[in-house]
């Protein structure tokens, strides 16, 4: 399968790129495609010393619109003050077929804690309702698309990096989309000790964004909790 990461030179891209490269050929986005080759060609040389033979993928870099394009499946790490501006220079390449997966998280700090702050837009079916929505819900909404799967919000970007680390957490997932959930599910169980768990439909992904803050914050007030994630037991 091809798999763009557009934002791939951060480090939750870093992670993915690594984790999913055992398999698949993984595409790093950037706007600048000298920058995303740089990038891959640092990933692959790190996934083909861990993973030695049993490497069956590859990790290239591209600019996003010609990774985008080039894909199955996209995922946005990107961050979410540049969403919706992105989204709209991607639709042209995103064809009905394409999956997106968004673990994108609107959230902002004040001198007290990290605050999850969702997107105030028009109601589609009402304009003249304001409503808040997940970043996963606009996407859908600029993109005319029920192929959004929403998930990896309580999964840390340095733990996915460590090839080394055991995992132990689970992948919360909200889509409308039934056979999106069961791809994006059949990747995420591709990462060992990583549990896809669906939790309902994009809807949902306002209560999935949530946690990211929320983890964080935990964080914030414990030192000896770092890098939270989550286990549905």
């Known amino acids: 399968m ?28 950037s706007r600048d495609k000298k920058r995303a080759e740089e990038f891959a060609n640092n990933y692959s040389r790190v996934a083909k010393k861990y993973y030695g033979n049993e490497m069956k993928g590859e990790i290239i870099g591209h600019d996003n619109l010609s990774a985008t394009e080039a894909s199955e499946v996209v995922v946005l790490s990107i961050p979410h003050e540049r969403l919706i501006g992105f989204i ?9 077929d394409k999956i997106i997966i968004s673990p994108v998280v609107p959230f902002d700090k004040d001198e007290k804690c990290y605050k999850y702050v969702p997107f105030t837009i028009s109601d589609p ?15 859908s909404l600029e ?12 999964m840390p970007a340095r733990k996915l990096c460590n090839l080394g680390l055991k995992l132990d957490c689970d ?11 069961k791809i994006v599910s059949e990747l995420i169980s591709q990462i060992p000790n990583l549990r896809p768990v669906y939790a309902g439909s994009l809807e949902v992904s306002r209560l999935l964004e949530s946690l990211t803050p929320l983890l ?10 770092k890098e939270p994630s989550i286990k549905i037991v």
């Open 2 to 29: 091809k798999i763009a990461i557009l934002g791939g030179t951060g480090v939750f891209g870093r992670g993915l790129a690594l984790r999913w490269s055992k398999f698949h050929e993984v595409i790093i986005g």
């Open 88 to 96: 709209r220079s991607l639709k042209p390449f995103i064809t009905i």
């Open 125 to 139: 079916q009402n304009p003249s309702s304001i409503i808040q929505v997940s970043a996963a819900e606009v996407i």
């Open 143 to 154: 993109l005319g698309s029920r192929r959004i799967v929403s998930t990896f919000h309580t």
């Open 171 to 181: 992948a919360l997932i909200a889509s409308n989309d039934v056979e999106a959930v």
């Open 216 to 225: 964080m914050n935990l964080s914030l007030c414990h030192k000896n909790i």
